[in-house]
């Protein structure tokens, strides 16, 4: 069964701090994922999209790495801002005939002044 | 601002009624979903439609009926709804068919309270 498994579950830092979420996944075979932050109230927003020739992408202070070998990602967020306070959550999709994404269940990052 | 526009925001509506969640984008994108959130947990998947046409219905309850007029616009009509569909109701969009596994992109949601 295709599962995708984040931690921690939820974090809390201070402004200019950095941080690392975590995301496991069992999905195969592997076509891509898939970082998305989803602010209270709103819609995600997708991050970075990475495929299995991809090892790290950033997209401003956020960089996810990707390690198809253990089915490991990670994003990093740099010097993070109040405005940084969200879900996030990691999106995993499979080439093998669905073409269903399995969520995870997000990390909900709280960023203090 | 989101590309993906869903109306109303905000709904209540009680057992007996109908309704219908209205989305739409003008990216040009062919494929269009409809997502349910519940409150801390991750979306999942209803209906997905690729090039106007339903290809997958996540074995969702019949009172949930999707429509799709033309390419920009996604429906989602209601009728004899349950409390336990209380919920954020999500559409999104990505470019071609749905299953090149593009990025989504998704609109606000609709909040749905059943009384």
């Known amino acids: 069964k295709n599962q995708v498994e984040q931690s921690p579950q939820s974090l809390i830092i201070l402004e200019g701090k950095n941080c690392t979420l975590q995301?496991?996944?069992?999905?195969?075979?592997?076509?891509?994922l898939r970082w998305y932050k989803q602010d209270t109230g709103r819609g995600p927003v997708s991050l970075t999209i990475?495929?299995?020739?991809?090892n790290t992408k950033s997209n401003g202070r956020y960089t996810a790495t990707l390690d198809a070998d253990t089915k490991q990602s990670s994003l990093h967020i740099t010097a993070s801002q109040l405005s940084d306070s969200a879900s996030y959550i990691c999106?995993?999709?499979?080439?093998?005939?669905?073409?269903?994404?399995?969520f995870g269940r997000g990390t909900s990052l709280i960023v203090h002044p | 601002d989101t590309e993906v526009t869903q109306t109303p925001k905000h709904l209540v509506m009680g057992m007996t009624n109908k309704k219908s969640l209205k989305c739409e984008q003008h990216?040009?994108?062919?494929?269009m979903y409809w997502y349910k959130q519940k409150a801390k947990k991750p979306p999942e998947l209803m209906f997905v439609?690729?090039?106007?046409?339903?290809?997958i219905n996540e074995s969702v309850p019949s009172r949930f009926s999707p429509e799709c007029p033309n390419s920009s616009l996604l429906n989602l009509h209601l009728h004899a709804l349950q409390p336990e569909d209380s919920a954020l109701y999500l559409c999104?969009?990505?470019?071609?068919?749905?299953?090149?596994?593009?990025?989504?992109?998704f609109g606000d949601g609709t909040r749905l309270s059943i009384l």
């Open positions: 439609y690729s090039y106007e046409k339903l290809s």
């Open positions: 999106v995993v999709s499979s080439t093998g005939g669905s073409y269903i994404p399995t």
């Open positions: 995301c496991n996944y069992t999905v195969s075979p592997f076509s891509n």
């Open positions: 990475m495929t299995f020739s991809e």
């Open positions: 999104a969009s990505s470019q071609d068919g749905a299953e090149v596994n593009q990025p989504q992109h």
């Open positions: 990216m040009g994108h062919r494929a």
